[in-house]
């Protein structure tokens, strides 16, 4: 059954260990107004293929809306428990610890020259060996379009980061975002019908293919 909700990937990688400094010291360098992480190295960001290549999860299918029914933390337990096998746990942190680490991760951050950045981490032997329906339509992880989750709406702009396909960077186009896409949330939207409020930006992602970025090779040393 989790074979079939395209969730094994999930499943299979299990409990994750969730790092507090490194997800600090990265928050810190990131822009939302670009949606990008800004290095030394230049901006680096998270793409469809990292989801596809990391979690073994389809992208290219309707985004995750509907109504928002109102349910307690035990109803998610539930839900977890009958479509990936288990319920997240609390994991306990080294506090003490936090700030030491912190500032290694940042200064190893501020420190990073060119050479030490892989802007192109998966091979072409890794690439192949996912499910079909993760190599069959590789343009979507260039997809210039919104993607959804809820309530949540997220620009995702290979354009800027061109260079993590093996792509020359040319200067990217700006988004335009509207005045309260950066005060959303879900408070008092409770029974949301989040397909109608996200009406108007859905068609661009129903029309994605139609935004592909491309450019030419870049045959320059990374």
Not at 21 to 42: K, N
Not at 52 to 58: H, Q
Not at 103 to 117: G, N, P
Not at 136 to 154: G, K, L, M, T
Request: with cysteine; net charge neutral.
């Amino acid at each position: 059954m989790i074979e079939l909700s395209g969730l094994y990937g999930v499943y299979r990688s299990n409990r994750p260990s969730i790092d507090r400094s490194l997800i600090t010291s990265l928050v810190e360098r990131w822009r939302p107004e670009t949606h990008t992480f800004h290095f030394r190295t230049g901006e680096e960001t998270i793409t469809l293929q990292n989801v596809e290549v990391l979690y073994v999860l389809p992208v290219n299918g309707n985004p995750v809306l509907g109504d928002e029914s109102i349910r307690t933390i035990g109803d998610w337990k539930n839900i977890c428990q009958r479509l990936l096998g288990f319920i997240s746990r609390p994991q306990n942190f080294n506090c003490s610890s936090l700030k030491h680490v912190l500032k290694v991760f940042r200064d190893a951050l501020d420190s990073m020259t060119e050479d030490q950045f892989i802007w192109e981490p998966y091979s072409d032997d890794l690439i192949e060996s996912l499910p079909d329906y993760c190599r069959i339509e590789r343009d979507i992880w260039r997809v210039r379009a919104p993607i959804f989750c809820w309530d949540i709406v997220e620009v995702h702009l290979p354009d800027r980061v061109m260079r993590q396909f093996g792509l020359k960077q040319t200067i990217p186009t700006p988004f335009l975002f509207d005045a309260t896409h950066f005060h959303h949330d879900r408070k008092g939207r409770r029974n949301t019908n989040w397909n109608m409020e996200h009406a108007q930006r859905l068609p661009l992602w129903n029309q994605r293919l139609q935004y592909v970025c491309d450019a030419p090779v870049n045959r320059e040393p990374l």
